[in-house]
C-alpha cells in the first residue's frame, strides 16, 4: 500500500501561484513514478505533470511552461508549482503513484482560480 496526502490547494487570483505538495508513504519513495492529475466538475480525471524516478517529467499541453513537478525523496515528497494559473485550472488536484500494475491516490485538494 502507498498513502498520499496532498496540501496546498486553495483560492486565488487569475495570473497567480500556488504550490502543491503531496506526501507518500508506504513504499519505497525513490523507486515510484508520481504524478499530479486534476479533475473538474463534470470532467474526467486528467493527467498534468508526471515524473520518473530518475526524475524526466513528462507535463499535458495545457499546463507546459506554466507548472514544474519536482521530487525530494529524501522527504518522500512530490510537488507542483503552477504559474499564471486560469480559471480553467479550477478543479480538484489529484497526487498518483504508479507501483507495478496498481495505481494509487490521494483524496485530492482543490484549486480555485477566480478571475
Known amino acids: 500500500q502507498v498513502q498520499l496526502v496532498e496540501s496546498g490547494g486553495g483560492l486565488v487570483q487569475a495570473g497567480g501561484s500556488l504550490r502543491l505538495s503531496c506526501a507518500a508513504s508506504?513504499?519505497?519513495?525513490?523507486?515510484?513514478?508520481m504524478g499530479w492529475y486534476r479533475q473538474a466538475p463534470g470532467k474526467q480525471r486528467d493527467l498534468v505533470a508526471r515524473i520518473t524516478p530518475s526524475g524526466s517529467t513528462v507535463y499535458a499541453d495545457s499546463m507546459k511552461g506554466r507548472s514544474t513537478i519536482s521530487r525530494a525523496n529524501s522527504k518522500n515528497t512530490v510537488y507542483l508549482q503552477m504559474n499564471s494559473l486560469r480559471p480553467e485550472d479550477t478543479a480538484v488536484y489529484y497526487c498518483?503513484?504508479?507501483?507495478?500494475?496498481?495505481?494509487?491516490w490521494g483524496k485530492g485538494t482543490l484549486v480555485t482560480v477566480s478571475l
Open positions: 508506504g513504499a519505497i519513495f525513490s523507486l515510484i513514478p
Open positions: 498518483n503513484a504508479k507501483r507495478g500494475a496498481t495505481d494509487y
